[in-house]
């Protein structure tokens, strides 16, 4: 398992994060990301978990799902309060 912080994101990630931050009136400093990295079987699976207080989400962050879209659905039905 490899971990990674909110700084080892992908730019793209980071910047469309960023986007949604401000979009719902967060700032990323306002949460707590960290990325994890396994490998099972030759393939990765990549998971971000987003922190802010007590509140916790993890997202699956593969090609086919996008997971600063699940984020921001969370941020608009008030998850991280």
């Excluded at 980071?14 to 400093?29: D, H, I, K, Q, S």
């Excluded at 978990?49 to 600063?68: E, K, L, M, N, P």
Aim: hydrophobic share 40%; net charge neutral; glycine share 4%.
């Amino acid at each position: 398992m490899n971990e990674q912080r909110y700084i080892d994101l992908p730019v793209y990630e980071r910047a469309a994060f960023e986007l949604v931050c401000a979009r719902r009136g967060f700032a990323p400093t306002h949460f707590e990301i960290t990325g994890t990295l396994q490998m099972t079987d030759g393939t990765s699976d990549r998971l971000v978990t987003v922190r802010r207080g007590r509140w916790a989400q993890s997202y699956r962050a593969d090609a086919a799902t996008f997971w600063v879209r699940d984020f921001e659905t969370d941020l608009t039905c008030n998850f991280f309060k």
